[in-house]
């Protein structure tokens, strides 16, 4: 008998999504942005600055610390977060380093410590009902397949920066020192230099700016091997890639080896409803109360399908017949690690359906059901065609802002070229500028076109199964598969009328019908091209 789990309790000992992916992903960007900022001293021929291979391999987990905290690997992602912190502290001389990435690593140990005892509240929350899961643990699949190939690749890298490393020795040991002058600087980011024999070398320093025409630099020469005396040839990059693959292969076997381990023995199980949020999302309750999402590989098609045609779904998002009446969910065990993030099994009648990870619900998980937003807009004040539906007053000062503020990004940027975090900011603000001054929606005689952040629907009025208005909003419903736009708030509060108008005279006038077509808006084009001018300034 599967009893019933205290779904307030069990929500309650959550850790906040905000925590890990806002929180600790921010003051990741934070910390690397200061330890990236920090004044360090610069490479002389006296003090040169020497390739380490201990800090390339360190480099792992301070990229892998982000990743695994976005994609939901919490513990993995803490420990990865704290491990670098303490290999920072004692491999970094830098003091603004050590001090950020020994806060996040503090921070990071603090959530470590939150999450495995709020996992251990949920699990105890879930109820105490077991099961044994039937027949066998499926077959190691691609995930074994995927891990023994980064380790191969790993072991395969390794090998490579042995073999190069070997080589740049020898080269160091038979070369001779001597000055070469600086005959050009390239691009802002490449040093051109000439030898006494004429010889001419390119190097990519990590001060270009630095160096200038007629600077004499001291470099190490065997024919025509050249390497600058103050930055050695680093080749431990190959150390990182290496690292990087057989973490990663740990990390899927240790997935995969949690994901087996539910057929070990009796695991937590609790009886919820499903409902289908997307094609291989599945949303689980407890009575009326959202649990947690999970995510399987398939479709597992647990719904039946509201309408039986696009036809049907469209005379109902009209308003021209009443809904079909709202199914019944279909009910799921699920059996395993019952805490966010954790391994369980979905069983259907007995058999097990997928294996997947439980993940905190968002508000984008929206159930789909019989019920419809908003109220149907009928057809009301003719336009003249084509017809424009521009953003209102507050939008455009919106816009200008937004220009304003990219605009002082670029001089910013021109100020502080390191400051890479500006350019993201104001190719963010050209995106959504550019979209305050195009129009929201244009009719025309054969189609209406949908202007949105990103793409441009171009939905010819066939294929546009009607307007639905919520307040200010409008949603659109179109194509063979029903889908809906929304507009954001329209300063017109007619357009769907005008819309609707256009459509029904448009279907008197049976035009052809044609399919559905989105291209790139040209607010993509304009922040693409923001992007190019900050790296020519």
């Known amino acids: 008998m599967i009893g019933p789990v205290d779904v307030e309790r069990w929500q309650a000992a959550a850790v906040p999504w905000w925590v890990t992916k806002v929180g600790l992903v921010g003051g990741w960007v934070v910390a690397f942005y200061f330890a990236a900022s920090a004044n360090e001293a610069p490479c002389t021929a006296a003090q040169p600055c020497l390739p380490d291979p201990l800090f ?33 502290i004692a491999l970094d001389g830098s003091a603004a380093a050590n001090v950020a990435f020994g806060l996040h690593a503090a ?4 959530v470590a410590a939150w999450t495995v005892r709020s996992r251990a509240d949920q699990h105890e929350a879930a109820g105490a009902a077991l099961v044994s899961l039937p027949d066998l643990p499926p077959q190691r699949g691609v995930l074994r397949v995927v891990a023994v190939l980064l380790v191969v690749f790993g072991f395969l890298t390794f090998v490579q920066y042995s073999l190069t490393n070997d080589a740049i020795e020898q080269h160091i040991a038979n070369a001779s020192r001597v000055q070469a002058e600086v005959v050009e600087v390239k691009d802002a980011y490449e040093v051109w230099v000439e030898l006494p024999d004429r010889q001419r070398a390119a190097f990519q320093p990590l001060a270009p700016e630095t160096y200038r025409v007629g600077d004499d630099v001291p470099v190490l020469a065997d024919g025509t091997w050249v390497q600058m005396a103050n930055e050695p040839e680093d080749v431990t990059w190959w150390l990182t890639i290496g690292g990087a693959a057989v973490f990663f292969a740990v990390v899927l076997a240790a997935r995969e080896r949690r994901r087996r381990a539910l057929w070990t023995g009796p695991v937590k199980a609790v009886r919820v409803t499903a409902h289908q949020v997307g094609p291989r999302r599945i949303l689980l309750r407890h009575g009326k109360k959202d649990l947690a999402t999970v995510t399987t590989l398939a479709d597992l098609a647990l719904e039946e399908p509201l309408y039986h045609d696009t036809e049907e779904f469209g005379r109902v998002w009209r308003g021209e017949e009443d809904p079909p009446p709202q199914l019944d969910p279909v009910e799921l065990l699920v059996a395993g690690e019952w805490h966010h993030g954790g391994q369980v099994a979905l069983l259907s009648e007995g058999d097990v359906v997928a294996t997947s990870t439980l993940s905190h619900v968002r508000p984008r998980h929206t159930v789909h059901s019989a019920h419809l937003p908003g109220v149907p807009v009928t057809a009301g004040t003719p336009v003249e065609l084509p017809h424009a539906i521009w953003p209102g007053d507050r939008r455009r000062v919106e ?8 605009a002082g990004a670029l001089i910013a940027l021109k100020q502080y070229p390191d400051w890479i975090v500006l350019a993201l900011i104001g190719v963010q603000c050209v995106l959504s500028a550019v979209t305050r001054f195009q129009p929201m929606l244009r009719l025309d005689h054969n189609s209406v076109v949908l202007y949105t952040g990103v793409f441009t629907y171009r939905v010819p009025w066939a294929q546009l199964h009607g307007v639905r208005r919520s307040g200010p909003q409008l949603m659109l419903a179109f194509g063979p598969h029903g889908d809906v736009l929304t507009t954001p708030h329209l300063p017109d509060r007619e357009a769907g009328e005008k819309v609707m ?16 077509t989105r291209r790139l808006n040209v607010s993509v084009l304009v922040a693409a091209a923001y992007a190019a001018l900050v790296l020519f300034i």
Do not use: K, N, Y
């Not at 990865?80 to 912190?85: K, P």
């Not at 816009?399 to 990219?406: D, I, S």
């Open 56 to 88: 390339s391999l360190a480099v792992v987990p301070l990229l892998a610390t982000p990743l695994l905290l976005l994609f939901g690997r919490v513990l993995t992602g803490c420990a990865m977060g704290a491990l670098f912190g303490v290999v920072d």
């Open 399 to 406: 816009g200008v802002a937004l220009l304003l503020a990219a």
């Open 107 to 110: 921070a990071c140990a603090v």
């Open 501 to 516: 108008w256009a459509r029904a005279r448009s279907l008197i006038a049976e035009h052809p019908g044609q399919r559905v």
